[in-house]
């Protein structure tokens, strides 16, 4: 029981990869292909790719509400990846 329990607090320790040049925001989702980064309104890609707090992709298709987000945008200007941030990756991307 003891090595389960110390086995989850390791897990949930795991710090995930985030790009050091990702833009840090807030973004409010509607479940389409555009969405608003900050007060700026924004076509995702074709291929956007929405990483969630537990880093398993999330179909942009199903994301609704305001969101502490860091994304990146594509040669075009696109957003193409995005990454729903905790509330502590949020605080240590901000704080730099």
């Known amino acids: ?13 795991v710090v995930r990869p985030l790009p050091a040049d990702l833009v840090v925001t807030t973004m409010t989702a509607n479940g389409s292909a555009v969405v608003v980064l900050g007060e700026r309104q924004v ?3 074709p291929a956007a790719q929405v990483r969630g707090q537990d880093n398993l992709i999330i179909q942009p298709a199903s994301l609704y509400g305001k969101h502490r987000v860091g994304f990146k ?8 990846r995005i990454w729903l941030l905790t509330d502590d990756e949020y605080t240590a991307l901000t704080s730099k």
């Open 1 to 13: 029981m003891l090595a389960l329990l110390l086995s989850s607090l390791a897990v949930a320790q």
């Open 43 to 45: 076509q995702l890609s």
């Open 73 to 80: 945008q594509d040669l075009q200007g696109m957003v193409h």
